[in-house]
Nanobody, 116 residues
Framework: QVQLVESGGGLVQAGGSLRLSCAAS????????MGWYRQASGKQRESVAI???????DYADSVKGRFTISRDNARNTVYLQMNSLKAEDTAVYYC??????????WGQGTQVTVSS
């Protein structure tokens, strides 16, 4: 079964940048979809960005133009580059993967805190 490990979270000032990493335990070319979700305190978990094995991407309206999802197939890793961060981006960010035998797999989460 695929396992996901996130890293790269931390504390940053508004307007700054962070890059999150999600390392998968299997070849990510065998994973049909990977992405990032986030959950702010008191709110539901929401989709942030997704990427397919073909390279297609999709973003939440709130992060378009600021966040970029990408992948490194050789390292079995998906990244989320976050620029122009806002206080509203503060949340726990979770890596997500969907495979044929595991439709919903989640990482442990990494905290991102943006100060204003």
């Amino acid at each position: 079964q695929v396992q996901l490990v996130e890293s790269g979270g931390g504390l940053v000032q508004a307007g700054g940048s962070l890059r999150l990493s999600c390392a998968a335990s299997i070849n990510i070319l065998t994973i049909r979809l990977m992405g990032w979700y986030r959950q702010a305190s008191g709110k539901q978990r929401e989709s942030v960005a997704i990427i397919t094995t073909s390279g297609s991407t999709d973003y939440a309206d709130s992060v378009k133009g600021r966040f970029t999802i990408s992948r490194d197939n050789a390292r079995n890793t998906v990244y989320l580059q976050m620029n122009s961060l806002k206080a509203e981006d503060t949340a726990v960010y979770y890596c997500y993967a969907s495979t044929k035998i595991q439709p919903n797999t989640w990482g442990q989460g990494t905290q991102v805190t943006v100060s204003s």
